[in-house]
Structures are given as structure tokens and as C-alpha cells.
């Protein structure tokens, strides 16, 4: 088993490469601010997908929001049909049947379509504002096989809105807005490409200030949109970034912190952290940096190199969340620290990897450990433009919420 799983994993893992992209570095950075913006887009393209999980994720927002000691009601959402009260949330009775019921979302704006989000977005550039923006995405996404890197949202009416288009639009906002999302949509990791002028990475790096977290790479489907009634089961990125983010998981149960820099906050790259370990599901949860960094991969030689390094030697030079993924992970397959990703993989009992979920969690490992790698690398070279591109996304990922 193991020895058949060694090559789909190099596999999965060289499908989030690319060729390298340079850019010129602009200037400004994403400091963490007292003041934060928020909006937020949900549901399916129609009733038949629009399931109850991702209205209850519209309220577990709300709720993580309060925690933290907002008001929800200052956050603008846009949910499926809007304010019609039609009957379009999709889910199961007590006795397995499917129903539909009108959705229960306060202070929805309107419905998730792409002319709202067009005016919203359009107003929020005329004002001008530097307030950060925080953007979540909770619905469905449409998978481009002819060009991964432009694949789409699919909102209102099942309208589709592709990762070049939507960056467009946040062209438009000021360049000193910083702008940050969270979307956890199937082939989310494709709209870690707005980062680039136009969303396109043969651009080069917008001007404003922009970095995300998602649910999965650009080439994988997503978890977590269910009918099902019961949050309790729940097993989604949403679910566990928000916790890690907040300290309390969606049905109101205290977590362990994911401050793992000791810092007395959680960044956003520590809750980002914190999903990578937490609920065993297929996805590969990856942010805007991570992208980027394994685009630096230039071929398969070099990941192979990486992966045959000890692990206990990324580990050393690696940022607090990392070494918590990095540790919590070598644990869970009871790899030797003093040997590499391939040594342990090779040695691997074959019980250790016996479902789907298993072999995610192990190309998770080889991702956070890739990461790593390549940050010291970039940070180490003589590459001023990618030294400040990656330095400028770290620190965008480094933000929070904050107090307001």
C-alpha cells in the first residue's frame, strides 16, 4: 500500500507547481489594525445546492464575529436568493427526506450574485478607505480544467465568476486597502491567484495588498457541503479555521489556542494552521504564500530533494505554525524526526495509510515541509524582488481581526 501510495503522492504534490513567476515588488504591507471591514457571499447557484451547511455557516460567522466583540450586524451578507423568502435551502428531516425551507440568516444585504458584489465592491473603491477588508466566500466552486489557475465561484442563478474577473474588481480598490479572504469552495487554491494584476500570474503581483486562505488546492474538490442538519458533524475548513481563529468551535465547545507564537492573538496564518490539523478530511488547505512558494519549485528534482532532507532540519528553521503542523502530523504517522519524509514513507506500517483522509494528511505533511523549505530558500537568495514579495505575503497572513 505504501509503496503504491509513494508516486500518487509526488503526483499530488507537483500538481500545485508551476513555472516561476517574477514580479516587481510594490510597496506597503498589511499591519494588523483595531479597524476591519467585513463581507461575506454564501450559498449555491440554486436550491438544489444550496445546502443548509452553508447557511449555517453564515450564522457561524456571525457568531465568531461576536465573539471576538463585533457587532454581526456591521457585516454585509450576501446569501443565495437574498430577501425573497422562497424556500431554496436545500436539507434532511429527522427522517432522511429532503426538504426545502426559506433561509434564516439575519442582516442579509441581498442575494449572492455577481452584480451585487460588482456594486459593492465598486462603492468601497470610491470611498477611498485603508481599512482592511476581510472577505469569506462559503458556497460552491466550478473547476477550469483547461486553465486551473482561472477557475470560478458559482453564485446566484448559477452564474459563474472566474478568479481573473473577480480580481478585476478588486483592482479597483485602493491600493493602500489591504485586502485578505477566506473561501472554502471546491478548487478554491485557484483564487490564490488574485494576488496578480488581473488574477493572471504571468502579470506580476497586484499593487494592492492582498493574501487568502482556502480550502483545498486549485486542482481538488472541497468538503463540507452538506444537507445535513447536525453541526456537531460538521467537517470543513470553514469550521475549523473559524475555531482556530476564535478559540470555539461552531457548536460553542472552547479549543486548544492556536496562538502558537505566544503573541496573546491568533493570526490569520495560525488559524490557517490550526484547519490544517484538525478535522480529518480530504482537503489541502492552502494560503496565498504557500501558492506561491510552490510555484518556486522548478522541478521534480528539487521537491524530491526536499522531501529527502530530515525533518528535524525544516523543523529548526521553521515559523511556530509551521512546526506545529510539521510535529502534529510526524506524530500522527509516527515518523522519526531525524529522518526525511521519503525515509519515514518508505518505512511507514502500511495501517497508518488506509483511507483518503490518511493519504491527504500525509501530502499535507509533504506540502508544510515544501513550505518551509522554500521560504528559507527565497528569504537566503539574492532575489530582492522575491524576497519582498514573499516577505510582503507573510505579513499580510500575519494579520487578525484584532479588537475593535
Same mark, same amino acid.
Given at each position: ?310 525533518? *528535524?532540519? $525544516? @523543523?529548526?528553521? /521553521? ?7 510539521? &510535529?502534529?502530523?510526524? +506524530?500522527?504517522? #509516527? ?24 493519504? *491527504?494528511? $500525509? @501530502?499535507?505533511? /509533504? ?7 522554500? &521560504?528559507?530558500?527565497? +528569504?537566503?537568495? #539574492? ?22
Amino acid at each position: 500500500m505504501i509503496q503504491r501510495f509513494i508516486p500518487a503522492l509526488f503526483a499530488s504534490v507537483t500538481l500545485m507547481t508551476g513555472s516561476q513567476a517574477t514580479s516587481q515588488t510594490p510597496t506597503g504591507t498589511c499591519q494588523r489594525s483595531i479597524a476591519q471591514n467585513f463581507l461575506v457571499f454564501g450559498g449555491g447557484g440554486g436550491p438544489s445546492y444550496n445546502e443548509i451547511a452553508l447557511e449555517k455557516n453564515m450564522l457561524y460567522f456571525q457568531r465568531s464575529l461576536t465573539e471576538l466583540g463585533y457587532n454581526p450586524s456591521l457585516a454585509p451578507i450576501y446569501f443565495a436568493n437574498g430577501n425573497t423568502s422562497e424556500k431554496t435551502v436545500r436539507y434532511l428531516d429527522e427522517r432522511g427526506r429532503e426538504q426545502y425551507k426559506a433561509h434564516n440568516v439575519p442582516n442579509v444585504k441581498g442575494a449572492s450574485s455577481i452584480a451585487n458584489l460588482r456594486t459593492w465592491l465598486a462603492d468601497a473603491a470610491k470611498e477611498k478607505s485603508s481599512t482592511p477588508l476581510f472577505f469569506y466566500f462559503s458556497g460552491h466552486g466550478g473547476h477550469n480544467r483547461i486553465n486551473e489557475d482561472n477557475s470560478t465561484l458559482l453564485m446566484w442563478r448559477d452564474r459563474e465568476l472566474n478568479v481573473q474577473n473577480f480580481t478585476q474588481m478588486l483592482d479597483r480598490l485602493p491600493q493602500n486597502q489591504p485586502f485578505v479572504t477566506m473561501m472554502s469552495q471546491c478548487y478554491s487554491g485557484s483564487f490564490a491567484n488574485l494576488i496578480y494584476r488581473g488574477g493572471d500570474p504571468n502579470k506580476g503581483i497586484a499593487l494592492q495588498t492582498r493574501c487568502g486562505f482556502f480550502a483545498t488546492i486549485k486542482s481538488r474538490p472541497s468538503v463540507g457541503c452538506t444537507p445535513e442538519v447536525n453541526e456537531a458533524d460538521y467537517r470543513d475548513y470553514s469550521s475549523s479555521f473559524f475555531a482556530g481563529l476564535t478559540g470555539r468551535d461552531r457548536i460553542g465547545r472552547k479549543v486548544a489556542s492556536a496562538d502558537y507564537n505566544k503573541d496573546r492573538r491568533v493570526s490569520y496564518s495560525e488559524a490557517h494552521a490550526y484547519a490544517k490539523v484538525d478535522k480529518f478530511t480530504t482537503d489541502l488547505p492552502i494560503s496565498t504564500s504557500e501558492a506561491w512558494l510552490q510555484r518556486q519549485v522548478s522541478n521534480p528534482t528539487m521537491q524530491e530533494q526536499i522531501l529527502g532532507q530530515p525533518i *528535524a532540519s $525544516l @523543523v529548526k528553521i /521553521s515559523r511556530p505554525e509551521q512546526r506545529f503542523v510539521i &510535529e502534529t502530523l510526524s +506524530k500522527q504517522f #509516527k515518523f522519526d524526526p531525524a529522518r526525511s519524509f521519503r525515509g519515514n514513507l518508505q518505512a511507514m506500517k502500511p495501517d497508518l495509510v488506509e483511507t483518503a483522509e490518511d493519504e *491527504a494528511y $500525509l @501530502v499535507r505533511l /509533504s506540502m508544510e515541509l515544501t513550505n518551509v523549505a522554500m &521560504e528559507r530558500r527565497v +528569504k537566503t537568495s #539574492k532575489d530582492a524582488k522575491a524576497i519582498g514579495t514573499l516577505n510582503r505575503l507573510l505579513r499580510c497572513e500575519s494579520g487578525s481581526w484584532g479588537k475593535p
